[in-house]
């Protein structure tokens, strides 16, 4: 390869699209082929047969008897067949039929008279000037010329084409023959052609009806050996060997002067054959098949489609250097890190120029091979795979051979390392929906065989660990790697671009332990949680703490003896940086209730900071996780993304050890309720079902009131769902009424950790109305949902209401209605991923080439201005608030703190 | 332009932008500001209803002058074409 050359960036001028002429199909040919054989019986391709030695090498070691080249050089050479009768392309049936019924089948010209010819030549010149698409043009060509039923040049009567999907033609009902076909189209003038948007000197009109098929050289369509030693041919050649049979046939019964009727079928049968071999999805015939049934895939199958040429090997390619394993958690590493099993690491590798500096070192990893066993307190060192040496040769290391290796690199050499503790590598998670699908993160070889990492990079990636896999990309440049790690490292992705907040933050335990450490729990005396100091000991090791220890208390045990203690909360502090001033009520807080209600600190649901203390209030959702996590937020605004991982990291620790020391658990019985609250859910139960019933009596003996605009069937829809829906809002008051935060599902619950009241209510009080398209179930048997009920019942039971809880268990009825409920979810989810999966690939089709210039405009690869200023304001939105520039309310409250403790102000 | 063609101004409707040709002599330093040739603009066609009150003809300059939601108020330009 020439470099000069081939490294030059190019640009296409023009391009120009065109049609075979069958000279030119004999001219490419390097033989005609004749027999439908492909090898003898000694395994050798038989001359003038499908595989014949002139359409190119497959096999290695040989050579082209086109070209004398060998497998890889030689490019495959064209062959042809001779077809007895012609036949349609199917890929242009469309444009023959409009040539057809724009042209006079007498003189071939197009139905125009002088004056509107002229007209129609005026109008194509200024397309032609302009570098407009002539092909909108033709459509109204053949459009307005078809109308025409006479033509004005020879007075010949033009008679109504019809098509038969998708190749045989009909002029007034009667049949065409192919031939007839192409003698029309052989008349129509060069000059006629560009008004039917055709270049006369690339593409003739008969030439769409092919006399000549060209066949594809063996490259494109080789054949496999098996291991039984059993050949396998390509699909293409079991259709051209399908196109030469019926071609001998036809052409053997045609020159023995068969029945017409008989030549006719087989010329079909041709017909059929070159079709599917073209398409074999084509509308209106049957896809050819395989002797297994699998239909074929001929030429467009290959090209069309995800799995085609186009999408599956153009527009994206398999890589190198890339790693795919299933995923599972671990809550000991850095967001930042991704943990890579042994395996793996061993395989992937890291490019290293030697130069005269790291070369003692690149030596030294030579000499210790490609599997090098680990030192004592090491689970595993990086080896060396291979050597590619200056002149572009690469030498594979092995331990028998690494010292020579090692003795003769030079500088210039690259070493291929494998991977290290701290590579940089890029991992991935399918659908990549979004920029936070692909992130850069830090290796942590360590035994196992899956890929880890911590959770709160779970909802960034949409991923659990139920099985899901993720794909690992290791960088092999130091531009790359740098610019992923500016860019793409986890801990730049903790904000945003949609909301301008962070969208990576604490999930699940983290929340539920930093909840039950720092909130007072009623105790008004408390400051969170009371660890004995051994226990908050172990909670601070745990994050790495150093600094100054949290204040410590004494205070007597239960049997008396004076213990040492820490509060929760100042063990929070700890994490918090020293400016940190912030306040809001907490996610736990009851809506409705009062500021100063909710200070008191039997209540602690008004987080206070301040200077970096935890004064009041407990940490739960809306302090630490994504989405709505002030103190995150915060964080990773004033201090930047290194800070806000950091304080992220230890937040998610500290929660998992608290929780470790206390022991946090749910099980059935938090669903477990009095039975007084049970029967008082039953009564609204029933009170629910004779006001449904009451209101079917309404409506059935016209009483009614009908609500402005609707109708009474809607009316009482609409007055039912109320009314059930009341029901299970009572039933979840009453739930609540019975549970407390000591029940671990309500904690989890209203700290934001996992659940809602709504799904405690369904599954401890009543589950409430089932619908199916926003309505009451209504479908089923005639006139009833279920054979359970009576013809017509419109009352609660018989149209979906559930009035069971999960835990008491559904009723037969309910539990169908309730399938049903659930099935329209599943369907809607199936529905909408497809949908807008499509949306997204068009979307980033035309989006992918644009990007934001210095100056701050969006421009595309040609150049061309998109927008004049990114987002009309310029303001990159993970690096704003909420999308603002500027957080007023914060350069405010921190002017005035500043100003009021009289240090230096200003924002 | 026929009164027909003008019964209804469209300017004259609140979502729609203010558009005015951008005098001759300020679209090179227009140009200039973003290193560009006039092609590299945007695109309007002259068949635009906006474009036709203005009277704008393909090769002149539009500059439309819109209420954002991030910026508060923003200026474009698009060049004028001929509609296909
Ligand atoms: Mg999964
Ligand atoms: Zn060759
Ligand atoms: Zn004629």
């Given at each position: 390869m020439n470099p000069t050359l081939t490294n030059q960036p190019k640009k296409i001028g023009y391009m120009e699209f065109g049609l075979l002429s069958?000279?030119?199909?004999?001219?490419?040919?390097?033989?005609?082929?004749?027999?439908?054989?492909?090898?003898?019986?000694?395994?050798?391709?038989?001359?003038?047969?499908?595989m014949d030695p002139r359409l190119g090498v497959i096999e290695p070691g040989l050579r082209c008897k086109t070209c004398g080249q060998k497998v890889g050089d030689c490019p495959g050479h064209f062959g042809h067949i001779d077809l007895a009768m012609p036949v349609i392309h199917v890929g242009c049936a469309r444009t023959v039929r409009d040539i057809l019924r724009s042209s006079c089948r007498g003189c071939g010209k197009v139905l125009?008279?002088?004056?509107?010819?002229?007209?129609?030549?005026?109008?194509?010149?200024?397309?032609?000037?302009?570098?407009?698409?002539a092909s909108v043009l033709a459509k109204k060509v053949a459009k307005d010329a078809s109308n025409v039923t006479v033509c004005p040049h020879c007075g010949r009567e033009h008679g109504a084409i019809d098509v038969d999907k998708p190749t045989t033609f009909r002029e007034?009902?009667?049949?065409?023959?192919?031939?007839?076909?192409?003698?029309?189209?052989?008349?129509?003038?060069?000059?006629?052609?560009?008004?039917?948007?055709?270049?006369?000197?690339?593409?003739?009109?008969?030439?769409?009806?092919?006399?000549?098929?060209?066949?594809?050289?063996?490259?494109?369509?080789?054949?496999?050996?098996?291991?039984?030693g059993e050949r396998s041919e390509d699909d293409l050649t079991h259709k051209l060997v399908d196109v030469i049979r019926i071609n001998q046939r036809l052409q053997e019964n045609r020159d023995a002067g068969a029945p017409q009727l008989i030549v006719e079928d087989l010329w079909e049968l041709l017909q059929y054959h070159i079709t599917t071999y073209f398409d074999n999805q084509t509308a209106g015939i049957p896809p050819a098949r395989h002797r297994s049934g699998r239909p074929l895939k001929t030429i467009s199958q290959r090209l069309k489609g995800k799995e085609g040429r186009f999408r599956s090997n153009l527009s994206g390619k398999r890589v190198n250097f890339s790693a795919r394993t299933v995923i599972s958690p671990d809550p000991?590493?850095?967001?930042?890190?991704?943990?890579?099993?042994?395996?793996?690491?061993?395989?992937?590798?890291?490019?290293?120029?030697?130069?005269?500096?790291?070369?003692?070192?690149?030596?030294?990893?030579?000499?210790?091979?490609?599997?090098?066993?680990?030192?004592?307190?090491?689970?595993?060192?990086?080896?060396?795979?291979?050597?590619?040496?200056?002149?572009?040769?690469?030498?594979?290391?092995?331990?028998?051979?690494?010292?020579?290796?090692?003795?003769?690199?030079?500088?210039?050499?690259?070493?291929?390392?494998?991977?290290?503790?701290?590579?940089?590598?890029?991992?991935?998670?399918?659908?990549?929906?979004?920029?936070?699908?692909?992130?850069?993160?830090?290796?942590?070889?360590?035994?196992?065989?899956?890929?880890?990492?911590?959770?709160?990079?779970?909802?960034?990636?949409?991923?659990?660990?139920?099985?899901?896999?993720?794909?690992?990309?290791?960088?092999?440049?130091?531009?790359?790697?740098?610019?992923?790690?500016?860019?793409?490292?986890?801990q730049e992705n903790i904000r945003s671009p949609r909301f301008g907040g962070p969208i990576i933050g604490a999930i699940h335990d983290h929340i539920s332990g930093n909840f039950l450490l720092t909130w007072n729990f009623f105790n008004a005396d408390a400051k969170g949680a009371k660890l004995p100091i051994e226990d908050a000991t172990q909670v601070l090791a745990r994050v790495g703490f150093r600094g100054q220890a949290p204040p410590v208390f004494s205070e007597k045990d239960e049997r008396g003896e004076v213990r040492k203690y820490v509060w929760g909360k100042d063990l929070f502090s700890t994490l918090l940086p020293d400016d940190l001033n912030l306040q809001f009520r907490a996610a736990a807080c009851p809506p409705g209730m009062s500021e100063e209600e909710a200070r008191k600190p039997e209540n602690d649901y008004w987080v206070v900071i301040e200077d970096g203390q935890l004064v009041a209030g407990g940490i739960d959702e809306k302090s630490i996780a994504s989405f709505k996590g002030v103190i995150l937020d915060a964080i990773s605004r004033k201090h930047g993304n290194a800070r806000a991982r950091e304080f992220l990291d230890k937040v998610t620790k500290i929660g998992n050890g608290f929780l470790t020391l206390r022991g946090f658990s749910t099980s059935i019985d938090d669903e477990d309720i009095p039975d007084s609250a049970r029967e008082e859910i039953d009564e609204k139960a029933a009170e629910t079902r004779r006001r449904v019933d009451a209101l079917v009596a309404s409506y059935a003996d016209g009483t009614l009131q009908a609500l402005p605009g609707r109708t009474m069937e809607e009316t009482l829809e609409m007055e039912i769902m109320r009314e059930t829906g009341q029901a299970r809002d009572g039933a979840g008051e009453v739930v609540a009424s019975q549970v407390g935060m000591t029940n671990s599902a309500v904690l989890m619950a209203r700290c934001g950790a996992r659940g809602s009241m709504l799904n405690l209510s369904q599954m401890a009080g009543m589950v409430g109305q089932q619908a199916v398209r926003g309505e009451r179930i209504k479908r089923g048997y005639k006139n009833r949902t279920l054979p359970h009920f009576r013809w017509g019942d419109l009352g609660a039971n018989a149209k979906g209401f559930v009035a069971s809880s999960y835990k008491v268990g559904l009723t037969p009825t309910e539990y169908f209605f309730h399938s049903m409920g659930g099935r329209e979810g599943l369907v809607d989810t199936a529905v909408r991923t497809s949908r807008s999966g499509y949306m997204q690939r068009r979307l980033i089709n035309a989006l992918e080439d644009l990007k934001v210039?210095?100056?701050g405009s969006v421009r595309n690869t040609a150049g061309t201005l998109i927008q004049f200023q990114y987002g009309e304001d310029g303001i990159d939105p993970t690096r704003s608030a909420g999308g603002e520039g500027i957080d007023y309310d914060f350069v405010f409250t921190e002017v005035e703190r500043r100003s009021k403790k009289g240090k230096k102000g200003g924002a | 332009m026929t009164d027909e063609d003008l019964r209804f101004n469209v300017l004259n409707h609140e979502i729609v932008p203010l558009h005015e040709i951008l005098p001759e002599d300020e679209v090179a330093p227009l140009l200039e500001t973003y290193d560009i040739v006039k092609e590299q603009l945007p695109k309007i066609k002259s068949s635009d209803p906006a474009v036709k009150v203005v009277g704008a003809k393909p090769g002149q300059v539009v500059r439309i002058t819109r209420a954002s939601p991030t910026a508060g108020r923003f200026t474009a330009y698009r060049l004028v074409v001929e509609a296909i």
């Open positions: 069958p000279k030119e199909v004999r001219g490419l040919s390097a033989t005609k082929i004749i027999t439908a054989d492909t090898y003898d019986d000694d395994g050798f391709p038989i001359e003038m047969g499908l125009f008279s002088e004056r509107i010819r002229e007209e129609y030549d005026r109008i194509l010149a200024s397309y032609l000037n302009e570098g407009k698409d007034n009902g009667h049949k065409m023959t192919p031939s007839e076909v192409r003698e029309w189209l052989e008349k129509v003038p060069d000059e006629d052609l560009p008004l039917l948007g055709l270049n006369p000197a690339v593409c003739r009109p008969e030439w769409m009806v092919l006399t000549v098929l060209p066949v594809p050289p063996v490259t494109m369509r080789p054949s496999i050996t098996l291991e039984s000991n590493l850095s967001i930042n890190e991704v943990g890579c099993p042994i395996q793996c690491a061993r395989e992937l590798t890291v490019p290293v120029r030697v130069t005269p500096a790291n070369f003692a070192h690149c030596q030294e990893l030579i000499l210790r091979g490609n599997d090098p066993e680990a030192p004592a307190g090491k689970l595993y060192i990086p080896g060396v795979n291979y050597v590619r040496r200056a002149d572009g040769r690469r030498v594979k290391v092995t331990d028998k051979n690494c010292e020579e290796v090692a003795k003769r690199l030079d500088v210039g050499s690259t070493v291929e390392r494998q991977l290290n503790d701290g590579d940089v590598v890029l991992f991935n998670r399918q659908p990549t929906l979004h920029r936070m699908s692909m992130m850069a993160h830090t290796v942590r070889v360590m035994p196992g065989k899956t890929f880890r990492f911590n959770l709160p990079c779970c909802p960034p990636y949409n991923a659990d660990f139920d099985g899901d896999e993720m794909n690992m990309h290791i960088l092999q440049g130091e531009e790359a790697r740098s610019e992923a790690e500016i860019l793409m490292k986890v210039a210095a100056d | -």
